[in-house]
């Protein structure tokens, strides 16, 4: 892989894109090489969170940028096709990281601008350092935002909210990213890792099985009718009844010890 770097340590992936020249800017190969790992991470039952963040500008600024944007430089000459296709590539790695069992943390370490505050929103939970730096930029470009952004955002933070950083292009801090429910969680950038890591342990140290059927529920029924969505949910409330973890989750609750829950 040329601009992803993957490190897995006690059941954490942490996924880094790295593009120094570039502020970790999305191009078609890092979507592809993306689509790829995140196929394989989904695979493996040694990863149970997995963290993305952005690697260090060319200065080695850890901080700098996350991602700040799809590839403007591969963009300028897409014809209508072209850009079409490179919407769908990069909703593939995309809707992996919104739907993989595993759950997916964004660690926004600095700029998250255009496909960078996209990438972010198709995770689970973000995480913002204290100068991480929100934006949809695109219609000052002549675009539009196509990673998702018209339709995650709108979701997360409400229309009107939505539109207007869309409308005005105009960036948010990490303070205001938190105020408005984009960011779960602001920190010092320094304790961004150690943040993300520690809100990763607590979540591993859940029903792995647990926390994947409940991130299915909320994912789908999402879209749903209340109805169907609640029914839904008693579905897969009956699967998870039927594991080991459920037993003995229960069993350790009434006889006042720690449970050990396993990830069945
Ligand atoms: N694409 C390509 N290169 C980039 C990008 C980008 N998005 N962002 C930064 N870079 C490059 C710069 O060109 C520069 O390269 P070089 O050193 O070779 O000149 C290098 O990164 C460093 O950047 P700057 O010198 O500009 O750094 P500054 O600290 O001065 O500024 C900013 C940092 C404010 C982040 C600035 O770089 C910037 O405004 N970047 C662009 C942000 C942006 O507009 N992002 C949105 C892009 S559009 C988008 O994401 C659409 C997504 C949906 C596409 C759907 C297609 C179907």
């Known amino acids: 892989m040329n601009n992803l770097r993957l490190e897995v340590e006690n059941e954490i992936a942490v996924l880094t894109i790295s593009r120094p020249g570039a502020l970790n800017a ?32 060319k200065k080695d600024n850890p901080y700098k940028s996350f991602v700040a944007g799809a590839d403007i430089a591969e963009m300028v000459n897409f014809t209508a096709a072209e850009a079409r296709a490179f919407g769908m590539k990069a909703a ?12 997916t943390i964004a660690a926004v370490n600095g700029f998250a601008l255009g496909g960078g505050c996209e990438i972010a929103m198709a995770c689970d939970i973000r995480i913002a350092a204290d100068n991480a730096v929100f934006g949809q930029p695109e219609t000052g470009l002549g675009i539009i935002p196509g990673f998702g952004g018209t339709q995650r955002l ?46 990763a342990k607590k979540i591993i140290s859940k029903g792995s099985y647990a926390v ?17 969505a609640v029914e839904m949910e008693a579905n897969l409330f009956g699967i998870t009844c039927s594991t080991h973890d459920k037993q003995e989750g229960m069993s350790a609750f009434l006889e006042r010890r720690a449970a050990e829950l396993t990830d069945f």
């Open 26 to 57: 999305l191009n078609s190969e890092t979507l592809d090489e993306l689509n790829v790992c995140l196929a394989e991470i989904e695979a493996r039952d040694d990863v149970k969170v997995v963290i993305l963040t952005g690697g260090p500008d």
């Open 92 to 103: 593939e790695p995309f809707f992996k990281l919104m739907n993989m069992r595993q759950v």
């Open 154 to 199: 709108a979701r997360l933070v409400g229309m009107g909210r939505a539109k207007e950083m869309i409308f005005t292009c105009d960036n948010i801090d990490a303070n205001e990213a938190y105020r408005i429910g984009l960011a779960n969680k602001v920190v010092a950038k320094e304790e961004l890792m150690e943040t993300a890591k520690a809100m």
């Open 212 to 228: 994947s059927i409940a991130k299915a529920a909320i994912n789908n029924g999402y879209d749903m009718d209340i109805k169907n």
